[in-house]
């Protein structure tokens, strides 16, 4: 079992920067993919950025490639996403996930555990 918490979130400018974590319960959680989605109000859950188990492959949703960065600190069992260049579009609650094996990185019914999401919200 993998507990998820993510933190990090808040009101930021556009143009500004934020780092979002999630920290996670279990020591088996280096051995996840790992994912970060959003889901901004009225709108479906979306992929936002994938890290493989082993840290070694990265994959990224059109809208966060150049801007965002996805990496993870195995000693502290915590999982990042680096968010620079801020848009007003990407506001909206974020979600860590994780699975032992993912299929499809992007399609957010491939994995099984979740956070409770942080909240970011990029003022115009």
């Known amino acids: 079992q993998v507990q998820l918490v993510e933190s990090g979130g808040g009101l930021v400018q556009a143009g500004g920067s934020l780092r979002l974590s999630c920290a996670a319960s279990g020591r088996t959680f280096s051995t996840y993919v790992k994912g970060w989605f959003r889901q901004a109000p009225g709108k479906e859950r979306e992929f936002v950025a994938a890290?493989?188990?082993?840290?070694?492959?990265?994959n990224y949703a059109d809208s966060a490639k150049g801007r965002f960065t996805i990496s993870r600190d195995n000693a502290k069992n915590t999982l990042y996403l680096q968010m620079n260049k801020l848009k007003p579009e990407d506001t909206g609650v974020y979600y860590c996930?994780?699975?032992?094996?993912?299929?499809?990185?992007?399609?957010?019914?491939?994995?099984?555990?979740w956070g409770q999401g942080t909240q970011v919200t990029v003022s115009s």
């Open positions: 890290l493989s188990w082993s840290g070694g492959s990265t």
């Open positions: 996930a994780a699975a032992r094996t993912v299929a499809a990185v992007e399609k957010n019914n491939e994995y099984d555990y």
